[in-house]
């Protein structure tokens, strides 16, 4: 199984964040200009929380609230849960399974170094397993790589 730093070197360290201060509007356009579905919320350099579209839909649509006056920190996931970049996938994948989430910031020493979401971990196996079955194929065709 491969290992989180794996991934942050083929995806990129590129770490979006917003403040909690920031209007819930601010952080969606956030996430559609940079493509992504969360945001994670820093104050004074240190993670707070973490914004998602999830959040978004659940605690302002579904509530009819306005997303340009409703303030980041009043909808934002606490309590984040983190992982380091030398932990394997299959162990972001049994946290995020287990506390029903779906992206994971990666933290070394104290300092954000990325972001991983679900979509990242399992694009991680199905390449992993495509490799694997590349060479049991080349393996059962007696060749060698």
Do not use: W
């Amino acid at each position: 199984m491969q290992l989180v730093q794996n991934i942050l070197k083929h995806k990129g360290g590129g770490i979006f964040s917003v403040a909690p201060g920031a209007t819930v509007y601010e952080a969606i356009d956030t996430m559609a200009e940079k493509e992504v579905g969360a945001l994670l919320v820093m104050d004074s350099g240190q993670p707070v929380g973490i914004i998602s579209e999830r959040d978004y839909t659940r605690k302002v649509i579904l509530k009819d609230r306005s997303s340009k006056a409703a303030l980041v920190s009043e909808i934002m996931t606490t309590g984040v849960i983190s992982v380091t970049s030398e932990m394997h996938i299959d162990e972001c994948v049994a946290l995020m399974k287990r506390h029903h989430i779906r992206h994971l910031p990666v933290i070394d020493e104290g300092v954000v170094v990325g972001m991983l979401s679900l979509r990242d971990l399992f694009s991680a196996i199905i390449d992993e397993q495509a490799d694997t079955i590349e060479h049991l194929e080349h393996y059962v065709r007696g060749e060698v790589p």
